[in-house]
């Protein structure tokens, strides 16, 4: 199965931009569902979106529509997060995920998690 290391958070001001790479290392990435969860300080995982394994089909919860992207390169065995126009309740440590298939808005859906990557929003 999949290793998966997060980079890209840090700090930035509300307004600003991130762009969050998920690095898969083992094989047959493109076979993977990839998604992205955050988790606030006192809250749980919560979905964000997800990709499927040929880059071609996107979810989003509703509530991160409009300003997260959610793409893939296969080639380079990385998922990305776009996130725009940034808010001080976007801080979170984001998580990327990779699931066989199925359902992808739980956690419980995933089979493998990164580490995280912190992203904190001043205001």
């Known amino acids: 199965q999949v290793q998966l290391v997060e980079s890209g958070g840090g700090l930035v001001q509300a307004g600003g931009s991130l762009r969050l790479s998920c690095a898969a290392s083992g094989r047959h990435f493109s076979n993977y569902v990839m998604g992205w969860f955050r988790q606030a300080p006192g809250k749980g995982r919560e979905f964000v979106a997800a990709?499927?394994?040929?880059?071609?089909?996107?979810d989003y919860a509703d509530s991160m529509k409009g300003r997260f992207t959610i793409s893939r390169d296969n080639a380079k065995n990385t998922v990305y997060l776009q996130v725009n126009r940034l808010k001080p309740e976007d801080t979170a440590v984001y998580y990327c995920?990779?699931?066989?298939?199925?359902?992808?808005?739980?956690?419980?859906?995933?089979?493998?998690w990164g580490q995280g990557t912190q992203v904190t929003v001043s205001s």
């Open positions: 995920a990779a699931s066989t298939g199925g359902t992808v808005y739980t956690p419980s859906d995933y089979r493998v």
């Open positions: 990709i499927n394994g040929k880059g071609d089909s996107t």
